[in-house]
């Protein structure tokens, strides 16, 4: 529901819901806010946790999600903004007006590649104290991985990210957490792209095109490149896609930096077009069928934005782990979510929820 005003003073059918589910008085949208407000971030993100520990058990990826590797994106995203509203979490920037604006934003880890896509974990960013600027999305994404690994240990075989991330001390992370890095490669004013452009202007590393549907790639792959402060070799793939698009020719230059020596340069084609997963299947979902960029309560955003969270993995594992064949099926998840409000109209919601067992 895109707000709380929506849930606690919509018509009939809603208050049906809510007594379907809720024993005792219905609470008011203030309760509920306050409530919010009280609980304890570290709770809910244990509640997420242990989510994630039940999936790692029942060996979820244990095929990987691509060409054999579980893959996770990582990127930040911001939730919501204002000028006239904030809270001690807040981040500050100046609009071009040089009004004050406030905003929250995260920096979240999810699979990407084969479903089910599940959200492993996600950090919020924290605002300056003192003279300092507020923290930035890779100090965040460095924390994040350091928490994932210390808590779950080996959640992934490779990170894929964006230019952003291309980051000797962000590299040095995943290399200390067990992780592999492949990560997109675009300005052309470093290093490391001109000495693997010159290289490749010369011939060296051109391997054998291939074709993924309509797109036909040429691709050049080289090792043992060096970056400033970086303790590892990198390898540096450059790809030329073209294809056509109502008949006209089109084309696309894709360059990528990776720590994984032994995966084919298909593979890492897949990982680094699969980074759009996070904001197709992860950031596009929750902002419009979870309403993650609404305000439901500022004093609470992080512990409503990790229920957002656990509520869509729970999905995502429902539809993808629970109705087999789910994806033939051509059921949209908007007609699925429609599907469980209905049945939360039914009276047996009660005895479901509130067994003896708890």
């Not at 809510?18 to 609980?39: E, F, H, T």
């Not at 995260?106 to 492993?120: D, N």
């Not at 902002?287 to 992080?302: D, F, L, N, S, V």
Request: proline share 3%; charged share 30%; aromatic share 10%.
């Amino acid at each position: 529901y895109d707000s709380f005003h929506t849930v606690f003073s919509a018509p009939e059918c809603m208050s049906k819901r809510l007594k379907n589910c809720i024993q005792g008085r219905i609470p008011k949208v203030d309760a509920v806010r306050d409530l919010l407000s009280r609980i304890d971030p570290e709770e809910i993100r244990r509640i997420h946790e242990e989510t994630v520990d039940t999936m790692k058990r029942n060996r979820v990826f244990r095929e990987g999600t691509i060409g054999g590797y579980v893959v996770a994106g990582i990127d930040g995203v911001e939730l919501f903004s204002s000028t006239k509203k904030a809270c001690p979490e807040c981040l500050r920037r100046k609009t071009q007006s040089g009004q004050t604006e406030w905003f929250h934003r995260s920096v979240v880890c999810m699979t990407v590649g084969k479903a089910p896509h599940v959200i492993l974990g996600q950090e919020m960013l924290k605002p300056k104290d003192g003279s300092g600027k507020d923290e930035g999305e890779l100090t965040g994404g460095k924390r994040l991985i350091e928490r994932l690994r210390k808590r779950h240990g080996h959640f992934a075989d490779v990170i894929v990210a964006d230019a952003l991330y291309l980051n000797a001390p962000f590299i040095k992370t995943l290399k200390e957490n067990g992780l592999e890095g492949v990560i997109r490669l675009k300005d052309e004013r470093r290093l490391l792209f001109q000495d693997a452009e010159s290289l490749f202007h010369r011939g060296e590393g051109k391997k054998k095109s291939f074709q993924k549907g309509k797109k036909k790639a040429e691709v050049w792959d080289l090792s043992g490149f060096e970056m400033p402060n970086c303790p590892y070799r990198l390898r540096v793939v450059r790809y030329h896609e073209t294809w056509k698009e109502k008949g006209k020719n089109k084309e696309r230059w894709m360059w990528l930096v990776t720590t994984l020596e032994k995966a084919g340069y298909e593979v890492l084609w897949e990982m680094m077009n699969h980074r759009w997963d996070i904001e197709e299947n992860g950031f596009h979902q929750l902002k419009t069928y979870y309403h993650a960029k609404h305000c439901y309560c500022h004093g609470a955003t992080e512990v409503i934005w990790n229920l957002l969270i656990i509520g869509f993995n729970m999905r995502e594992i429902y539809l993808y782990r629970r109705i087999h064949g789910f994806i033939k099926r051509g059921i949209s998840r908007k007609s699925v979510s429609r599907i469980f409000c209905d049945d939360l109209q039914t009276e047996k919601v009660k005895n479901i929820l509130y067994e003896e067992s708890g």
